[in-house]
């Protein structure tokens, strides 16, 4: 059995050898090529690079073509005569800057010779990244020493001059060049903090002193979050955050509390359990709003103290007896609103669909002081039956007043249809020309393709909705009219058909024209398709939902924003 199984998997591989034998052959004489092709680009690479390094050394920038020959070797490392010209770019212009500094030396140039040398360190660095055993020589870094140490003693001398003139930025430019030669240069570590948070903490002072008592912690925080022991920092920030807190309790006492809750809020941001922070915050928020909620209840601004006292309590969720007092002007806040539509003689019923969707609308909204109560329609509403007589002010005001008393209604929401008009227009018929494609089989098997001329009928279709409403609303105790609006809004919808009296529909092709010949259109056989396929008749029903949407919305925003306290 196994010997079966081998020649069967040899014999699949002779098969599929002979299928892909070409390709098989091609893909080797790449692989064979592949080495080759590198190494002519290798060689392109290295050539190229030393001959323009040569030319830029022959010019007497052996830096420049130093950073060359890096450049190529930090792509491809193992270049051998890339390197040699490397160590040989870079040690001319070790000599070249060692005689430099041996000049600035001479002149005692003691910045000079520091500056110099330490550039050449950090190239001699990058340099034996990429090849090994480049130096300084022994008498450059001596002389380096002997410059560094009368550079750093003058530089320690002017940043102590800078620290006692109080120029503390120049203080610490000079201190932070010194640690770039040596970090433990004497006490320049210490000094650096005194030169980067001494303007801090005088600035905090000066805030202080002005009564700008956040500013001033803010300040000082800066300093503490790096050098916490930085001379009597802590102290100073819990004496700016009591200042503070005693401005906030000033301002209470002397019911300012608006300020008084600016000072609090200030310090519970920075700690919210320094002393008694938090109740003071809270009495300062509250008290005002509690107070106003208290005289509003009296004149019957019930709605304005039930919000004020509801912020309260969002807030805090307790204050005096707030909660109880809400309650109460909750009660006396509620405004039942009674909805009654009126039809024309064409508005099929849209008046009822206007009374159903702002009830539901309202309900939703879940607003705490308006309750929405279904009226009568035309037919049987008093309000409708008085109005089509055209009594006077007294009259209708008298006349709500009664047919409404035995309801707990305050106002009546009246939506009049003006206009509701639909429009459907006869359909507008276009013959078109189209092309029949058919295939038929020829006596020899072979498809051939026939093309037939055709006519085909396109039409447009557009029907119109109008509707106008005027909605009001009126106060049952007076008649008297406390809003009312008219809006109107058309829509319309419009649809494209075609026909054609055939049993396959798909062999009909749209025509395009060429010259003065019709030839078939491929690009658009997927339109006419569909226009095959779309229905003739438009939905009203959605016309009528579309105005009905934006009638619903805009009677319910302008209810619900309502206030009759104002």
Request: a positive charge; charged letters at 25%; one cysteine or more.
């Amino acid at each position: 059995m196994f010997v079966i199984f081998v020649l069967k998997l040899l014999n699949e591989h002779k098969k599929f050898y002979k299928m892909h034998a070409k390709k098989i052959t091609r893909l080797k004489t790449y692989l064979f090529l592949l080495p080759f092709f590198i190494l002519i680009i290798s060689c392109s690479v290295k050539n190229s690079t030393l001959k323009k390094g040569s030319e830029i050394e022959k010019n007497g920038n052996f830096k420049e073509a130093s950073e060359l020959y890096m450049n190529v070797l930090f792509r491809k490392n193992n270049i051998p005569e890339v390197q040699n010209a490397l160590r040989r770019s870079a040690q001319l212009h070790i000599s070249e800057t060692a005689f430099s500094i041996a000049n600035k030396n001479e002149r005692n140039d003691q910045k000079g010779v520091v500056d110099d040398y330490y550039s050449l360190t950090q190239f001699v660095n990058r340099v034996n990244a990429f090849t090994k055993n480049i130096d300084i020589d022994s008498q450059t870094k001596a002389i380096y020493q002997k410059n560094l140490a009368l550079y750093l003693n003058n530089e320690y001398d002017l940043a102590n001059k800078y620290l006692s003139e109080e120029k503390f930025a120049d203080a610490e430019n000079t201190l932070k060049n010194i640690q770039k030669f040596d970090s433990n240069y004497k006490d320049t570590s210490k000094k650096l903090v005194t030169a980067v948070n001494e303007p801090l903490y005088l600035r905090g002072i000066e805030e202080f002193s002005n009564k700008k008592y956040i500013a001033s912690y803010q300040t000082w925080n800066r300093i503490a979050t790096k050098e916490p022991n930085y001379k009597d920092v802590k102290n100073k920030l819990q004496q700016a955050l009591n200042e503070r807190y005693k401005e906030g309790s000033y301002f209470l006492m002397q019911e300012n509390f608006k300020e008084a809750e600016q000072a609090f809020y200030d310090v519970s941001q920075i700690n919210n359990n320094y002393l008694d922070v938090r109740n003071l915050y809270k009495e300062a928020y509250s008290e005002p709003i509690y107070r106003k909620a208290v005289k509003d209840l009296k004149i019957d601004k019930c709605r304005t103290a039930y919000l004020g006292l509801e912020n309260i309590i969002n807030k805090f969720n307790s204050y005096k007896n707030a909660e109880e007092l809400k309650n109460t002007a909750l009660k006396c806040a509620e405004y039942p609103i009674i909805i009654e539509s009126y039809r024309t003689s064409s508005s099929n019923g849209f008046e009822n669909r206007i009374q159903n969707a702002v009830i539901e609308d309202i309900l939703s909204s879940k607003n705490p002081f308006v309750t929405i109560i279904k009226g009568g329609t035309s037919n049987n509403s008093p309000l409708f039956n008085i109005n089509s007589t055209r009594p006077t002010n007294s009259q209708l005001s008298r006349y709500v007043n009664n047919s409404y008393a035995n309801t707990r209604a305050k106002a009546i929401l009246t939506v009049h249809i003006n206009e509701y008009k639909l429009q459907e227009s006869q359909p507008r018929v276009f013959n078109r020309n189209g092309i029949e494609v058919k295939r038929i089989k020829a006596r020899n098997g072979s498809d051939s393709i026939v093309e037939k001329a055709v006519t085909y009928k396109e039409y447009e279709r557009r029907n119109t909705l109008s509707s106008s409403i005027t909605y009001s609303l009126i106060e049952i105790k007076t008649g008297k009219i406390l809003m009312q609006k008219t809006i109107q809004k058309n829509d319309e919808q419009e649809v494209r058909y075609a026909r054609y009296n055939s049993n396959n529909l798909s062999l009909i092709y749209p025509t395009r024209i060429i010259g003065s010949t019709f030839s078939r259109d491929d690009s658009n056989y997927k339109v006419l398709q569909s226009l095959f396929q779309t229905p003739e008749i438009i939905d009203n029903e959605q016309l009528s939902e579309n105005i009905l949407t934006d009638f619903r919305r805009r009677i319910t925003n302008d209810v619900l924003v309502f206030n009759p306290e104002e």
